[in-house]
C-alpha cells in the first residue's frame, strides 16, 4: 500500500524562525504536491515537484524531491504569522490512474 | 471565475437519517473527487470519477455510501443511513483535462457534516 507520512505532526514556532516538514514514503512516487489549507477552507496548492533532486522555491518557501523520488522536504525561512495552517504532501496512487493520496499533514502554528 | 461548489456547508442531522452532500467542479474540468477529513484519519479519498465514469471507489467506508456524476457539472455523495462516525468534513475537488498526474486539484470549501 502506498503512504505518504509527514513529520512531525504538529509544530509550534516563533515569528522569524525556520522550519522544515518531510513526507515520506516507501514508495517511488513519479510527482509529489505540497497543498496548504486553512481553517474553514479547502486546500490549495503551492507546489508540483517531478523531477528527482529538483527544488523549487516560492518566496520564503524552499520545496525538495528526493533524489530517489520516495520523499520530500518543505522548509520555510522566517516563518510569519500567516504562513499558519496545515501542510498537506499528496501524490499519484501506484499506475497511471490519476488517483492522488494526501500525507496525514503537519499543522504548523507561528506565534507572533 | 467560480471555483467548485459544494452544499450545504453545515449539517446536523440525527443518526439513520440520509444525508446527500453536493458538488459542482470547475466547468471543463474533467475529474472530480470526493475525500473525507477529520482529524484522526486526515484527508482520505473515497471516490475518484473521470468523464463521469466511477474510475476507483475503494475508498468509500460501506454500502451506506454512494456517489452519483449524473453530468460533467454536478455530483453527490448519499450517505444512508447516516451514523455518528460518519460526521467529518467531505471535500469535492475537480481537476482539468490532461493533467492526469501532476495536474492542480482545486477544493471546495467542504461540508461539515455532524450525525448526532
Known amino acids: 500500500t502506498q503512504l505518504l507520512e509527514q513529520s512531525p505532526q504538529f509544530l509550534s514556532i516563533q515569528e522569524g524562525e525556520n522550519l522544515t516538514v518531510y513526507c515520506n514514503s516507501s514508495s517511488v512516487f513519479s510527482s509529489l504536491q505540497w497543498y496548504r489549507q486553512e481553517p474553514g477552507e479547502g486546500p490549495v496548492l503551492l507546489v508540483t515537484v517531478v523531477t528527482g533532486g529538483e527544488v523549487k522555491k516560492l518566496k520564503r518557501l524552499t520545496f525538495q524531491f528526493g533524489d530517489a523520488r520516495k520523499d520530500s522536504s518543505l522548509h520555510i525561512t522566517a516563518a510569519q504569522p500567516g504562513d499558519t495552517g496545515l501542510y498537506l504532501c499528496a501524490g499519484p496512487f501506484s499506475g497511471n490512474t490519476g488517483k492522488l493520496i494526501f500525507g496525514q499533514g503537519t499543522t504548523l502554528q507561528v506565534k507572533p | 471565475d467560480a471555483g467548485v461548489i459544494q452544499s450545504p456547508r453545515h449539517e446536523v442531522t440525527e443518526m439513520g437519517q440520509e444525508v446527500t452532500l453536493r458538488c459542482k467542479p470547475i466547468?471543463?474540468?474533467?475529474?472530480l473527487f470526493w475525500y473525507r477529513q477529520t482529524m484522526m484519519r486526515g484527508l482520505e479519498l473515497l471516490i475518484y470519477f473521470n468523464n463521469n465514469v466511477p474510475i476507483d471507489d475503494s475508498g468509500m467506508p460501506e454500502d451506506r455510501f454512494s456517489a452519483k456524476m449524473p453530468n460533467a457539472s454536478f455530483s453527490t455523495l448519499k450517505i444512508q443511513p447516516s451514523e455518528p462516525r460518519d460526521s467529518a468534513v467531505y471535500f469535492c475537488?475537480?481537476?482539468?483535462?490532461?493533467?492526469?498526474?501532476?495536474?492542480?486539484?482545486?477544493f471546495g470549501e467542504g461540508s461539515r457534516l455532524t450525525v448526532l
Open positions: 475537488a475537480s481537476r482539468a483535462r490532461g493533467a492526469h498526474n501532476t495536474g492542480e486539484l482545486f
Open positions: 466547468s471543463g474540468h474533467n475529474s
